[in-house]
T-cell receptor, first 114, second 114 residues
Framework: DTGVSQDPRHKITKRGQNVTFRCDPI?????LYWYRQTLGQGPEFLTY????????KSRLLSDRFSAERPKGSFSTLEIQRTEQGDSAMYLC????????????FGQGTRLTVV | DQQVKQNSPSLSVQEGRISILNCDYT??????FLWYKKYPAEGPTFLIS?????DKNEDGRFTVFLNKSAKHLSLHIVPSQPGDSAVYFC?????????????FGTGTRLQVTL
């Protein structure tokens, strides 16, 4: 297991299209987070899962956004009817809550909406 | 509402000297603080953390200081090396432990010059 994997690394899409990103966490990690980072800002929390349960969603996550983590393994983040303001780096992180290490981040998916 | 603030967008330090990166927070519920380092086109990587019950934590060249009464923390890197050049994010959690939901600052770009 080489860490948190995100796919794709880059995505260019036309405004109005739907996109889906995938995150494969480190296998034994029960927590999985999605963050969004725009230029000049730090990562902003979007949502997180404890195993397969989605426990919190940020107000940044409009109803065009949906995330799933079936069976508590990989997770997907879907954006419907993309807008130019959705252009950002989408970061996934995983960890074991109250384990002995902090969360590990993936390399991110850079979304560009044109 | 920026609950974690890094007021210096950039810092330039000569190799071998001390780098001091600062961070302020406003939420009294934060009880665990972390520093992450980020290179371009990569996800953030964990550097060092500190619990609110401590005022100092040291790991090799990196030391984090926490002043709870001032709601201020700082990261000291000594001696600074060219490989330390990156963007550093301060992050905070109200869950008291590792792999928890994080609120990030906007980052400080550190450049270590020869």
């Amino acid at each position: 297991d080489t860490g948190v994997s995100q796919d794709p690394r880059h995505k260019i899409t036309k405004r109005g299209q739907n996109v889906t990103f995938r995150c494969d966490p480190i296998s034994e990690h029960n927590r999985l987070y999605w963050y969004r980072q725009t230029l000049g800002q730090g990562p902003e929390f979007l949502t997180y899962f404890q195993n397969e349960a989605q426990l919190e969603k940020s107000r940044l996550l409009s109803d065009r956004f949906s995330a799933e983590r079936p069976k508590g393994s990989f997770s997907t983040l879907e954006i419907q009817r993309t807008e130019q303001g959705d252009s950002a780096m989408y970061l996934c992180a995983s960890g074991i809550l109250l384990g002995n290490t902090e969360a590990f981040f993936g390399q991110g998916t850079r979304l560009t909406v044109v | 509402d920026q609950q974690v603030k890094q007021n210096s967008p950039s810092l330039s330090v000569q190799e071998g000297r001390i780098s001091i990166l600062n961070c302020d927070y406003t939420n009294s519920m934060f009880d665990y603080f972390l520093w992450y380092k980020k290179y371009p086109a990569e996800g953030p990587t964990f550097l060092i953390s500190i619990s609110s019950i401590k005022d100092k934590n040291e790991d090799g060249r990196f030391t984090v200081f926490l002043n709870k009464s001032a709601k201020h923390l700082s990261l000291h890197i000594v001696p600074s090396q060219p490989g330390d050049s990156a963007v550093y994010f301060c992050a905070a959690s109200a869950e008291g432990g590792t792999a928890s939901k994080l609120t990030f600052g906007t980052g400080t770009r550190l450049q270590v010059t020869l």
